[in-house]
């Protein structure tokens, strides 16, 4: 399987590891590698650290609240994680493209990844595609890959509970 760095994958991968932050270094490599990833060099504690790192300036972005912040910080991960697009054939899986440096360390890779697939994401889609979910007790982040992109929920369960707790506060109105 391609992992689509540059898009949707990239940006529900972000998310994944916002929502359950990993705790060790081979936790995330392992998460990355599930989710489709090629890593090309051993993973070191200073890959976590940075990919952590990451994951905070990313968090900032899903929590703007209007889409002009937004792509601000965006454009400043971009910023920090540029590098030459190229075309590759790692893994020996294929030609694609990446904008990153080959034999990047995964902190590293992580910070390119999810700055130019979440920037690609909130370009294609829309800059509110990109949001926690709206039952107030749920702090899950999502990317909104839905045809009409008015995704509010994380999932059907918080979409089901909201649903049962609207309908209770109108029971005890009326």
């Keep these: 399987m391609h992992l689509n760095p540059y898009g949707e994958d990239a940006v529900n991968l972000a998310a994944d590891l916002a929502n359950r932050r990993p705790a060790s270094a081979e936790e995330l ?64 899986d294929g030609w694609h493209l990446h904008y990153r440096d080959d034999q990047q360390p995964l902190g590293s890779l992580l910070f390119s990844l999810i700055s130019v697939g979440t920037a690609l994401h909130l370009a294609g889609r829309g800059m509110h595609r990109l949001r926690r979910c709206a039952v107030t007790e749920c702090t899950t982040i999502f990317a909104d890959t839905s045809r009409t992109g008015r995704q509010r929920y994380c999932s059907q369960r918080c979409a089901n509970r909201d649903a049962v707790r609207r309908h209770r506060a109108r029971a005890v109105r009326g």
């Design 29 to 92: 490599a392992d998460r990355c590698r599930a989710a489709g990833l090629v890593l090309e060099r051993p993973v070191a504690p200073e890959d976590l650290d940075h990919a952590l790192a990451a994951l905070d300036a990313w968090e900032e972005a899903v929590d703007a609240t209007d889409g002009r912040t937004r792509a601000e910080l965006v454009n400043r991960m971009l910023a920090a994680a540029a590098a030459h697009p190229r075309l590759t054939d790692h893994g020996g």
